[in-house]
């Protein structure tokens, strides 16, 4: 006779991984659960199809590979003699199987645009201390491991660090997806050269290349797909859309949305809502893509030229021009885009704003002011990969890179 639940150990097929299984039961009951099966409807890299035409993957395939890897890192860990008993085993895998529950539509995209004041991770640890309730405590642990206050320090590092087993899958996973070969890393090799010193997370000095070959595919990755400069015009115009709405709603505006959208159009809502409020995580929980990008649609009709104009651009994929400069954009150029949109629009200045804009960027492929990647040699001492690298451009590679852009309609040349 089966034992009860053993169906719950289920075997996947990953595209990136091959089989994968879900390794304890209270991991199967999180994955059936409402609030995660959410995840499968939230694109990994909002508008990263806009220019990788492949990377339709969701935030539900890459917290199971999260949590694939995270299984593996424990089981290496132990057979070096790392003590992580069953309930830590079971906390640290709910931890990065929940770390990513709380982003809204598009991922990133949206994140400061729908909700005020409160970032993906705390509405992700909302969500885990909703499910610890239902699930009687169970979660006790992975919440104490995902907020750091856990006493092995070394099982937070594995969930949030910068050699953390979210960054070994996004890389892997988005590099597949995107067909960009250069985020390729050896996840595997990584996983297997882990160790625990003093209590933090270390890896064998015969596994330096592998870092290294990680800081470059990070940094690779990060001008090639997450800002890359199509990319980023996407992703600020689907910004801009969103503001420009929630800017009609305060003015009293009757505009196309579902219910729970609708209720986050037409309201600020800050931290503390949410924490005076459950029902307003309920509401959260119902949001997707799908709800942002039928509205979109919809707009592309609305009476609001600038609104019409801009929900056009990003279903029609007419996306504005993106110049980037590794110098400040100067006030004239933008002056000068503005008045061309003004006179093409027939607008006003502060409406031109929505067509013509700058930003910057900033990419940081490892921070050592953060908590460092240490090395462990054989003599026992420890080093920073900055530090123990013998390739100087890892030390150049942790300094941050800042670069500048202006965004305009293609017409506004």
Request: charged share 25%; glycine share 4%; hydrophobic share 40%.
């Amino acid at each position: 006779m089966k034992p009860k639940h053993s169906n719950k150990l289920k075997i996947l097929n990953d595209p990136v991984y091959g089989f994968i299984s879900i390794p304890h039961f209270l991991i199967f009951d999180l994955i059936e659960h409402p609030f995660f099966q959410r995840l499968r409807r939230i694109k990994q890299l909002g508008t990263g199809s806009y220019v990788y035409p492949g990377a339709l993957h969701t935030r539900f395939h890459h917290t199971l590979g999260a949590m694939h890897l995270t299984k593996l890192a424990v089981d290496v860990l132990k057979s070096k003699e790392v003590e992580i008993t069953e309930d830590e085993e079971v906390g640290v895998i709910s931890a990065i199987l929940l770390h990513d529950i709380g982003h809204g539509p598009f991922s990133h995209a949206l994140e400061h645009s729908i909700v005020k004041g409160v970032s993906h991770e705390d509405i992700s640890l909302m969500f885990m201390q909703v499910l610890n309730k239902q699930f009687n405590g169970k979660l006790d642990i992975a919440i104490q491991i995902f907020n750091d206050t856990y006493p092995k320090k070394f099982l937070h590092q594995l969930v949030s660090g910068q050699l953390d087993m979210d960054r070994l899958d996004y890389l892997k996973r988005d590099s597949f997806y995107t067909g960009v070969s250069e985020g390729v890393i050896s996840s595997d090799r990584i996983i297997k050269m882990l160790n625990v010193e003093n209590d933090e997370l270390v890896v064998d000095v015969k596994g330096i290349y592998s870092i290294e070959k990680f800081i470059i595919a990070r940094r690779l990755m990060y001008w090639q797909v997450y800002m890359h400069k199509t990319v980023v015009a996407a992703e600020t115009l689907l910004v801009h859309i969103l503001k420009r709405a929630k800017n009609l709603a305060e003015k009293g505006e009757e505009l196309f949305a579902t219910p729970a959208f609708k209720l986050f159009l037409y309201h600020n809502f800050h931290k503390n809502d949410f924490l005076e409020n459950p029902e307003l995580l309920t509401q959260f929980a119902l949001l997707d893509d799908n709800d942002v990008t039928t509205s979109i649609k919809v707009w592309t009709q609305h009476s609001d030229l600038v609104l019409s104009n801009l929900c056009s651009a990003l279903i029609d994929r007419k996306l504005f021009k993106i110049e980037i400069s590794n110098s400040k954009i100067a006030q004239e150029k933008l002056d000068e885009k503005l008045q061309k949109v003004q006179a093409k629009l027939g607008i006003s200045k502060e409406d031109a704003k929505y067509f013509v804009y700058k930003g910057e960027l900033i990419n940081n492929a490892y921070n050592p002011k953060q908590e460092k990647i240490n090395i462990l040699f054989k003599d026992g001492s420890i080093k920073d990969v900055a530090d123990a690298s013998d390739q100087l451009n890892i030390s150049v590679l942790s300094k941050a890179v800042k670069k500048y852009y202006i965004c305009f309609p293609k017409w506004a040349e």
